[in-house]
């Protein structure tokens, strides 16, 4: 077992920063890009209900490339820290742009039949009397959800559960102008997003990905999906955004995008969001519609969903305390509400179809039943945020939603109160959010071509919302003086695969071994750890999981039961600061599992911690001179994580 720790030195440092971005082989991904592949602009109804009238897929891309934007919400000037490489303005297709064209008098309404437009008429006057408070306006959107009607761990299937209770709609039923109407409004603003996107993309620059979310949340259970493709705006405009009122089950979606492909020879990538509220069906051992899964479905689910988001604004989707009781770290930005009517926290429970990380072990017993791997996906981060601002920097958050800029806007009412409408326990609030997260793409350059196809190939991994390098590659003979090498295409590439890889059959005698790399962001603060989180199938074929800590800061030994203490923490709780005195800037080693074995098939990624620092919520409360808000602790350990590598006893694939 190897868990050498490296050293700290700033030449050693310089010489890895060399060595993850700045190597000339063509054939290696030697450019890392930051971005968010998840943004809302005012074009989403739920966005501009909550008080984004004005932060348009223009004002998104700008504020983005780093320049000052006006805030929708307070008419404050804001500006990202750290500008983001790529972005995908990711609108609801249901009912994409139609609302601000008509609550701002500019839909041409002139084909409707004149009762239709006397209803037209009086919905908009209703409308505006309910969002005209921002504020207020979130409360109504609520009222929207849909009705629970299953709970945690039902087995029914919930789309068709809404449409036999008659609460199927989505936010397409606001109604406020005919369907025709709505089509053609719809339809104009697509287009307009779309001209956006490529007035934006400068290739090498800054890249803008043609985007869009399927939102289906019936009987709340999210079930949410980004699609982001390589395409241009031009072509993107010859085709609707599929939605879940067209296509309300994720196979319709996929064959939806199979079409669009085949006319269109654009390439899409469908990534499912928040597991973590979707009541165990995200990654059920089932089809959505209770039958059983089989390779045909499974092989189509593996080839459009080739990334998971696994972090967000709600709340973190890796794994969860229950799920794993002996991960010291599982106890991370939980959100423990559905997308669903007051009271949203109630019956939640975790189920393991909710968390990534249950899925990945879920994909390792499927495979072995039908041959095929449904849930052999890479990870990625974004952020959700409906402000218009891809705002994932902690100290620099502008809140899910608009009108969350502002601090006394994120709990509404107090515990005890009689409305528990956004109390932060049975209904979430701003300080339930989470700051978080971020896309991390190795590329060879930064275009909608490249970014896509890393994507494809797995080669990304998330972040919680720090700027963290990390590298991951696996093979049967990595050495220490490979972290050394200056050439990593004709070392790293070259002996083994990246995070997203596959390795099968190992030589005999061979044990599998990681070379992994982790520099902390320019802005950011020291790491506390690398970990590697395994998984694989025991001799049951049941799914089995541990957690190995493989390199750490200088100070600490490993346990007997191969624990470590903790790193410590410098978090100043009353100022924000925290102080670099503890933690290493950067972490690397070459681990090699003691427990592999070559007949059994396992899967493997990263986690790499940062040390404790402020959360948003406690900024906040700071601010405002309260105590620490009850909705999340007033310290965090930020982190990221990669995309597995997959290993298969199996000589097949090669």
Known sequence: MNNKKRPQAATLGLALMTMLVNHSSAQAADKLLWGDTHLHSSYSVDAYMAGNRSADPDVSYRYAKGEPVIHPYTKTRVQIQQPLDFLAVADHAEYLGVVPLVMGGEADTSEMGLFARIKSWFLVKVMAYFIEDPVEGTQFFTGLLPEPEIISGDTTDPVQAAIDAGTNGGLETIGLVDDETAARLSASQWQRSMQTADRHYEPGVFTTLVGWEWTQTASGANLHRIVVSDTDGKTASTFDPVGSDDAPYPEQLWDSLAAISSETGASFVSIPHNSNLSKGYMFAKRQLNGDALNAEYASKRAQWETLVEVTQIKGDSETHPDLAPNDEFADFERFNFYLQRVPQAQDYQIQQGDTVRSALKAGLEIEQDLGVNPFKFGMIGSTDSHSGMASAEEPNFWGKVAMDS?????????????????????????????????????????????????????????????????????????????????????????????????????????????????????????????????????????????????????????????????????????????????????????????????????????????????????????????????????????????????????????
Request: aromatic share 8%.
């Open 406 to 654: 502002i601090p006394e806007n994120k709990r509404r009412n107090e515990l005890g109160s009689d409305d528990i409408y956004s109390n932060g326990v049975d209904s979430f609030n701003g300080w339930n959010m989470s700051a978080g997260g971020l896309a991390a793409v190795w590329v060879r350059e930064n275009t909608r071509e490249e970014i896509i196809a890393a994507m494809k190939r797995r080669e990304t991994y998330a972040t919680t919302g720090p700027r963290i390098s990390v590298r991951l590659f696996a093979g049967w003979d990595f050495t220490e003086a490979d972290l050394e090498s200056g050439d990593i295409a004709t070392t790293w590439y070259a002996k083994g695969v990246p995070m997203g890889g596959e390795l099968n059959a190992a030589p005999e005698g061979a044990a599998l071994s990681f070379l992994v790399t982790a520099l902390k962001g320019v802005m950011d603060h020291n790491l506390d750890r690398i970990q590697i989180v395994k998984s694989w199938l025991d001799a049951n074929n049941q799914a089995q999981e541990k957690i190995f800590n493989i390199a750490w800061s200088e100070g600490r030994e490993l346990d007997a039961n191969g624990k470590l203490e903790p790193v410590g923490n410098t978090a100043n709780i009353r100022t924000g600061e925290t102080t670099n005195t503890i933690g290493a800037a950067q972490l690397s080693t070459v681990w090699t599992d003691p427990e592999f074995d070559p007949r059994v098939n396992a899967v493997y990624y990263a986690r790499v911690l940062q040390i404790p620092t402020v959360r948003h919520s406690q900024l906040d409360a700071v601010a405002m001179g309260i105590e620490t808000p009850y909705e999340g602790p007033a310290t965090l350990q930020e982190r990221a994580y990669t995309s597995p590598v997959w290993y298969s006893s199996d000589s097949a694939g090669e």
